[in-house]
């Protein structure tokens, strides 16, 4: 196949038209796929059933209002509602008949560690308007549950909404945090909120914030759609990973603004067919695959899509990171249509992460990274390395694409640093990506000198508002 007829395959391949018909060489399937990874506006039909939320009428016909306050909570924030909470979810979930789980506006629920266990009788709306309130004094914390608060299990066919507040009151966590005081040791918090071992659940307008540690946590589940949710906690505020994602597959995020201490997106192990639009991450870490293989573990993620967001003022922008030791891979990755404001690293691969108080040591292993596209990715750099692709010499990054990318510097010039890593750049590539290295150089794409037209067209093109 001649330079030319390559290089027009490649080009088809980042379109937005899709043909069944085009015979792609193997090494370049994943764009064919990535292209048809589209958020649907309305969460797809899994979710069209449940959108039709119950009457709040109790005597309404196959419909059940579960109020709290019927249980005995009292709402004034300094009252142990716990046990209300328990009774009213045990009412709800052994339903026989569509109910809401009913937390009403204008209260303040202190509520201590609990779990919320399914399956659930039929479908349940948990509807919150009011204010849950966590203990905030960890020495009172429930030391049979040391690492959750409220925890939501094996649940189907749910809906979590409302105008209400999830408050972990971690100010003291924090400030127990080994990474606060380097003379404490180092030890897990609770999670604000977790869906675990569920399916078919939305949450939808909730603002969940001031976790002890992570502030929401999607864990071994599948068919989970999250919009319109605020997440926020303190910049300075350790591990307040905004929203984590562990072992699980088909989840969205859609419409969320967040700002937290640690990454506002996290994904881990076992996480595939994950898609992010329209997110707003600031302050933060950024938005992380990762990290993967600590202690020679194997992690696994692929097919990621994050299409439209916005990073400001974050210490990384869009990220992956991996451990030395490790095993597995990273692969099928589209970032698409990313806005950076004054990001410390706006787009990273470190497969040298050590999140430790001691030097990790060398060592030859480590999860695999490959087929990772960054498309239309604008903004400023608050350091030099605006790219950043740190990978193994053993096993190297592979098939990372550059397509439209304009990152400038607050004050000074910005560069790309590579460390055994394949790929190439087309289009407007800013800085230079060179330094990528390709194991064919006949497919090597050269940059486009037509920078002027791109640089007049992005801004048309990419519409980004902060949500």
């Known amino acids: 196949m001649s330079k030319l007829t390559f290089l027009c395959f490649l080009v088809l391949l980042t379109v937005s038209i899709k043909s069944e018909d085009r015979d792609f060489p193997k090494e370049f399937d994943f764009f064919e796929d990535i292209e048809e ?8 039909n899994e979710f ?13 016909r196959n419909k059940i209002l579960v109020n709290v306050g019927a249980f005995g909570a009292v709402g004034d924030g300094v009252s142990d ?28 629920y202190l509520v201590n560690a609990t779990k919320f266990r399914g399956p659930c009788a039929d479908k349940i709306v948990i509807r919150i308007e009011g204010t849950i309130v966590a203990p905030n004094e960890p020495k009172d914390w429930d030391p049979k549950n040391p690492r959750m608060w409220l925890n939501f299990n094996n649940i189907s066919k749910a809906i979590f909404q409302g105008n209400g507040v999830i408050d972990g009151s971690g100010s003291k966590w924090w400030a127990e945090s080994c990474k606060k005081n ?13 869906i675990d071992s569920s399916s078919f659940v939305r949450v939808k307008g909730l603002t969940i914030q001031n976790s002890q540690q992570m502030n929401f946590v999607i864990s071994r589940s599948e068919s989970i759609r999250v919009t319109g949710v605020k997440v926020s906690s303190p910049g300075d505020s350790p591990n307040t990973d905004g929203i984590h994602i562990t072992a699980s597959t088909n989840v969205v995020l859609q419409n969320c603004k967040i700002g937290t201490g640690d990454d506002c997106i996290s994904i881990v192990n076992a996480s595939s067919g994950i898609k992010m639009k329209n997110i707003y991450c600031g302050p933060g870490h950024g938005i992380s695959i990762g990290s993967l293989g600590k202690d020679n573990s194997t992690g696994i993620v692929e097919q990621i899509v994050l299409d439209n967001a916005f990073i400001r003022g974050t210490t990384n922008g869009l990220r992956i990171k991996t451990w030395q030791g490790g095993s597995g891979y990273v692969r ?5 249509d990313v806005r950076m404001d004054n990001v410390s690293n706006p787009i990273i691969i470190d497969q040298f992460y050590c999140d430790s108080p001691s030097t990790c040591q060398n060592q030859t292993s480590a999860v695999e990274i490959s087929q ?8 400023t750099s608050k350091t030099q390395k605006a790219m950043n692709f740190a990978c193994s010499d053993t096993v190297p990054c592979t098939h990372i694409v550059l397509n439209n990318i304009n990152l400038q510097s607050m004050d000074g010039t910005v560069e790309t640093y590579c460390n055994s890593a394949a790929g190439f750049g087309y289009g407007y590539v800013q800085p230079s990506a060179e330094c990528l290295s390709s194991s064919d150089k006949d497919t090597t794409i050269a940059q486009e000198k037509e920078t002027d037209s791109y640089q007049q067209n992005s801004t048309e093109r990419i519409i980004h508002t902060e949500l």
């Open 37 to 44: 990874w589209e958020v649907e506006e309305d969460g797809g």
């Open 48 to 60: 069209d059933e449940l959108s039709e939320l119950p009457s709040w009428r109790s005597g309404h």
């Open 81 to 108: 509602d716990t046990q209300a909470f328990v009774n009213a979810w045990k009412q709800a979930c052994s339903s026989p008949i569509k109910a809401v789980f009913l937390v009403p506006e204008g209260r303040r």
């Open 182 to 194: 380097k003379s404490n040791p180092c030890k897990g918090a609770p999670t604000a909120l977790t």
């Open 332 to 336: 099928s990755v589209r970032y698409q």
């Open 372 to 379: 990772v596209m960054y498309r239309n990715i604008t903004g």
